[in-house]
């Protein structure tokens, strides 16, 4: 099984500063047949289901903002949010789907510094 | 658009079957091009994938090993639905049960049910 590890579990961030969300798959997620990365992120608020952010590791989901992006390939990724708004307070989980049982990350939660 | 529309109980006994549907707007559950998952969430566990029933065809079914002799997937052609049952629940089963439609990735979830398991 494919295990996800994000890192850091917390983060605090000024309104306005980058906040940068990193998770490593135990195993590469990219499929050489396609050359697409297996990864996907979610943001979830309090009382929601996750919500679909990022797709192949780098692909926004339609009406996700541009300040959202993703990146990295193989193992390693990240979530970046070029200038934190209020309402991005969220946990943030990565996601792989290369193989089952699909694997979620352990969470990041953002906040306000 | 699809929609997914979760019910079922949100109390379950130890030991009894717990037992939820997603019916599906927008999309069919015989779709050749959708996999239909159930994950739940808790506090001690995260995010966890429990399976997925799909057509191709035929049906199939994945199932997470953690839950592979409990878990039974299925879907319901006539209303459009699929089911999870989860038999033996203890109360270590007491999560949020959420049903998601994915092409690839996760793209449609269902609003979620805290399922509490307690006698």
């Known amino acids: 099984d494919i295990v996800m590890t994000q890192s850091p579990d917390s983060l605090a961030v000024s309104l306005g500063e980058r906040a940068t969300i990193n998770c490593k798959a135990s195993q590469s997620v990219l499929h050489t047949s396609n050359n697409k990365n297996y990864l996907t992120w979610f943001q979830q608020k309090p009382g929601q289901p996750p919500k679909l952010l990022i797709y192949w590791a780098s692909t926004r989901a339609s009406g996700v903002p541009d300040r959202f992006s993703g990146s990295g390939s193989g193992t390693d990724f990240t979530l970046t949010i070029s200038s934190l708004q209020a309402e991005d307070v969220a946990l943030y989980y990565c996601?792989?789907?290369?193989?089952?049982?699909?694997?979620f990350g352990q969470g990041t939660k953002l906040e306000i510094k | 658009q699809v929609q997914l529309q979760q019910s079922g109980p949100g109390l379950v006994k130890p030991s009894q079957t717990l037992s939820l549907t997603c019916a599906i707007s927008g999309d069919s559950v015989s779709s050749n091009s959708v996999f239909w998952s159930w994950i739940r969430q808790s506090p001690s566990r995260g995010l966890e994938w429990l399976g997925r029933t799909y057509y191709r065809s035929k049906w199939y079914n994945d199932y997470a090993v953690s839950v592979k002799s409990q878990i039974t997937i299925s879907p319901d052609t006539s209303n459009n639905q699929f089911s999870l049952h989860l038999n033996s629940v203890t109360p270590e089963d007491t999560a949020v049960y959420y049903c998601?439609?994915?092409?690839?990735?996760?793209?449609?979830w269902g609003q979620g049910i805290l399922v509490t398991v307690s006698s």
């Open positions: 996601q792989q789907h290369y193989s089952t049982p699909y694997s």
């Open positions: 998601a439609g994915s092409t690839d990735h996760l793209r449609y």
